[in-house]
Nanobody, 113 residues
Framework: QVQLVESGGGLVQAGGSLTLACAAS??????????MRWLRQAPGKESEWVAQ???????YYTDSVKGRFTISRDNANNRLFLQMNSLQPEDRAVYYC?????WGRGTRVTVSS
């Protein structure tokens, strides 16, 4: 059974940083995944993708987080990360990791102004 568990969310002041982690277990391997993504859903809004990493290491970001967020992975420990710097109130959301078709349950990020 595939399981993705996010951690690292919390409350931070505007301008602060957080690092989210996604631990994969079961039949999901970060090293062999085709697509690894972080998405978020803000209150009252639809979910949006935030960052993506492809197998070769190419990374892509939605415009609003470019230069502030960094997606990375640790194949040996089967983990996906999202480093978030210069957080702003509009970054407030529940953040989900998605590896191929598998979703985690999310971790909440709150940014105070």
């Amino acid at each position: 059974q595939v399981q993705l568990v996010e951690s690292g969310g919390g409350l931070v002041q505007a301008g602060g940083s957080l690092t989210l982690a996604c631990a994969a277990s079961g039949c999901t391997s970060i090293a062999s995944a085709y697509a690894m993504r972080w998405l978020r859903q803000a209150p009252g809004k639809e979910s949006e993708w935030v960052a993506q990493m492809l197998p070769g290491g190419s990374t892509y970001y939605t415009d609003s987080v470019k230069g502030r967020f960094t997606i990375s992975r640790d194949n040996a420990n089967n983990r996906l990360f999202l480093q978030m710097n210069s957080l702003q109130p509009e970054d407030r959301a529940v953040y989900y990791c998605k590896v191929d078709a598998n979703w985690g349950r999310g971790t909440r990020v709150t940014v105070s102004s």
